[in-house]
């Protein structure tokens, strides 16, 4: 393991656990700016508040609002978006030096597979990647098989999960982030095919924090090495006690009942 990245991912990942609760707050290009994150800067403090173990966040975001979050958790750059224009091409716009300068603990970059673009992704990806070892900066990759090529029932086929996480990993990925294929078993196929730690995008928000809850407990049963969830959290009605409680599921094995109990989730 290049020493850098070991020394930096020690900081995104729970030593007792070797999981990881991210908080991503890179929405308002992809999809708009929605609800929770008007009003970025209330946002961002709600989420610290929790402490969790690294937030993602746009260069912007940084520059403006680092003070929120200074020795308090670690900080992912991100450095591709797609838009709600072209939905399954991610543009790089954030380099290896800004990750240097903002002193990011990772970058993340975004992709999708089965995409007429996907040789563009995946080229930028390798270009990135090689960057990354020199400079000792853990990648984490979200990559999802959304592209404009697949049909959309066949997203989340468990075949072409385990294709976007391999690609991910094979191109340099220290940390894959992708979506959960909806039961244990068979999301135990994604963490078998992959190298590198899997943790899961939360999606669409859930139609209540149990089922969301128990979507990541699924995941972590499977094997996965934790969550990169932004919408859940901070489109909650109490986003730092949902960080809490994610905490607790992730990192302290809470059952779904002890989470019910302490934490109030419906």
């Known amino acids: 393991m290049n020493i850098g990245k070991e020394i930096r ?6 030593k007792r656990s070797k999981r990881t609760v991210i908080i991503t707050m890179d929405h308002a290009i992809a999809h708009g700016v929605q609800e929770g994150i008007k009003d970025i800067s209330s946002a ?8 969790p173990n690294a937030i993602t966040l746009h260069k912007g975001l940084v520059k403006n609002y680092y003070k ?9 750059l991100k450095a591709t978006a797609f838009s709600p224009y072209h939905p399954s091409y991610d543009v790089l716009f954030t380099d290896i030096e800004e990750a240097i300068y903002y002193a990011a603990d990772a970058i993340a970059y975004g992709a999708s597979v089965g995409d007429s673009k996907q040789d563009i992704m995946l080229k930028r990806l390798s270009k990135l990647s090689k960057e990354c070892e ?12 959304k592209g404009d090529l697949i049909k959309e029932e066949d997203r989340y086929k468990v075949e072409n999960i385990i294709y976007a996480v391999r690609a991910a990993s094979e191109l340099g990925a220290d940390v894959v982030k992708t979506w959960y294929t909806g039961s244990v078993e068979s999301f135990k196929e994604v963490i078998k095919a992959s190298p590198v730690p899997v943790v899961i995008a939360g999606g669409p928000k859930a139609k209540s924090s149990l089922d969301f809850f128990n979507m990541v407990k699924g995941s972590l ?11 859940n959290v901070w489109g909650s009605k109490n ?16 059952s779904l009942e002890e989470l019910v109990r302490e934490f109030k989730v419906e």
């Open 9 to 14: 991912l020690s900081r995104i990942f729970d």
């Open 44 to 51: 961002i403090d709600k989420v610290v508040e929790g402490e």
């Open 68 to 76: 929120k979050f200074l020795g308090k958790v670690s900080l992912i």
């Open 134 to 145: 020199y400079y000792g900066i853990p990648l984490t990759v979200h990559i999802y098989p």
């Open 221 to 231: 049963e499977a094997g996965g090495a934790g969550v990169a969830i932004g919408r």
């Open 239 to 254: 986003p730092t006690l949902m960080v809490k409680a994610l905490k607790a599921l992730v990192h302290e094995n809470y």
